[in-house]
């Protein structure tokens, strides 16, 4: 038995991860496992509640849970609160009471999307990338924040065994994959960065002298990522850095809306799993929003946290059928709405599993 939480969260959030636990109770049906859904409140939908976006019910939950699945937060309802009481509050803590350090978001093009691309079809045909955002340091949590004396501040800092961990968690993915790590920094400007740097090559050198091991500034990355994106295979990175260049990837492969992603500590606590994109209030309710990216974020779910690689390449196997058989929604051009995909893709999971 597994234990999953259900983070539904905002905007068109409940109407995407409904479409993911049909997918999981189809895996239940055809295999000898059971989940066991628990919910609870995060981002607006907690504050509304609870008056705080990441509530103890919610921290208690995590502690009883094998995984976690979250859809999306926030919404234009909740964006003058003060820092502290917005939904993304309860995001970033929720990585952090997890200790979800690494955040793996992979960028795969489909062929037969290749045309959605905003870029050319030869410079995008065949990508396949991961990011590796560093995800409970850097800018996002650095001390001191917010007013100090006349002026705000944010602090970029890293730890030796901040960057030692990460670097380690992406160059054991990349030796599973090309054996090709790219650090991306700015170390040409920021102290953080010559240490990054410095850590990162020696976390290479010592234990793993198989990989191929390069550094780019953040800005060139940007240009490279659309200049030539094949270039790239395992990127590792700061947590402002893989938040801008994740985003900068989903557009490589046509929509933002098919881009998972995984959150992993160093397994004493369950990971969490969510789509890259957000909570997209103006489609929410209205039954258009892309599932796919929520589907992947599950299959990445059985794959990382239970070990059922088979099902979780038989999701993709299924996502990548339909979108051959030329079924979108609004996002790519089509007019299938969410609960169709999401029906599409389990006929086609049933159909293999
Ligand atoms: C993401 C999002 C979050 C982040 C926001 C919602 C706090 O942009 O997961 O990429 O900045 O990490
Ligand atoms: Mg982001």
């Given at each position: 038995m597994k234990k999953i939480l259900i983070l539904k969260g905002d905007g068109i959030g409940p109407e995407i991860i409904k479409e993911a636990i049909k997918v999981l109770e189809i895996i239940e049906k055809k295999n000898n496992i059971k989940f066991e859904f628990h919910e609870a409140l995060i981002g607006g939908q907690a504050i509304d509640?609870?008056?705080?976006p990441?509530?103890?019910?919610?921290?208690?939950?995590?502690?009883?849970?094998?995984?976690?699945l979250l859809s999306a937060i926030g919404g234009p309802k909740w964006e003058n609160l003060p820092q502290d009481k917005k939904p993304e509050k309860g995001l970033l803590r929720l990585r952090k009471e997890l200790n979800a350090f690494a955040n793996l978001r992979p960028?795969?093009?489909?062929?037969?999307?290749?045309?959605?691309?905003?870029?050319?079809?030869?410079?995008?045909?065949?990508?396949?990338?991961m990011i590796v955002r560093e995800?409970?340091?850097?800018?996002?949590?650095?001390?001191?924040?917010?007013?100090?004396?006349?002026?705000?501040?944010?602090?970029?800092?890293?730890?030796?065994?901040?960057?030692?961990?990460?670097?380690?968690?992406?160059?054991?993915?990349?030796?599973?994959?090309?054996?090709?790590?790219?650090?991306?920094?700015?170390?040409?400007?920021?102290?953080?960065?010559q240490f990054w740097r410095e850590i990162t090559i020696d976390t290479i050198n010592k234990d793993f002298p198989e990989i191929e091991l390069s550094h780019m500034y953040v800005d060139n990355c940007a240009m490279q990522l659309i200049r030539n994106p094949k270039q790239f295979d395992t990127i590792v990175t700061s947590n402002l850095?893989?938040?801008?260049?994740?985003?900068?990837?989903?557009?490589?492969?046509g929509s933002i809306g098919l881009l998972a992603s995984a959150s992993?500590?160093?397994?004493?606590?369950?990971?969490?799993?969510?789509?890259?994109?957000?909570?997209?209030?103006?489609?929410?309710?209205?039954?258009?929003?892309?599932?796919?990216?929520?589907?992947?974020?599950?299959?990445?779910?059985?794959?990382?946290?239970?070990?059922?690689?088979?099902?979780?390449?038989i999701i993709s196997n299924a996502v990548e059928t339909i979108l051959n058989n030329g079924y979108r929604t609004a996002d790519l051009g089509g007019e299938l709405k969410t609960s169709e995909i999401g029906d599409l893709i389990c006929q086609e999971i049933e159909r293999n599993l």
């Open positions: 509640k609870y008056n705080d990441l509530p103890q019910e919610t921290i208690e939950k995590l502690k009883i849970v094998d995984a976690v960028a795969k093009v489909f062929s037969c999307l290749a045309e959605a691309s905003t870029l050319k079809k030869e410079i995008i045909d065949g990508i396949d990338l995800l409970t340091g850097g800018i996002y949590f650095g001390m001191p924040r917010g007013k100090v004396n006349d002026s705000y501040v944010n602090t970029a800092s890293y730890s030796e065994e901040e960057i030692r961990r990460i670097v380690k968690c992406a160059a054991q993915i990349a030796m599973k994959r090309k054996k090709k790590l790219c650090s991306v920094d700015k170390a040409n400007v920021l102290e953080v960065s850095f893989g938040d801008i260049l994740s985003d900068e990837a989903s557009m490589l492969t992993i500590g160093d397994g004493s606590k369950p990971a969490l799993f969510e789509p890259i994109h957000g909570s997209a209030p103006d489609i929410a309710g209205q039954n258009k929003a892309n599932p796919i990216a929520m589907i992947l974020s599950t299959a990445m779910m059985l794959d990382y946290s239970f070990n059922m690689n088979k099902e979780a390449l």
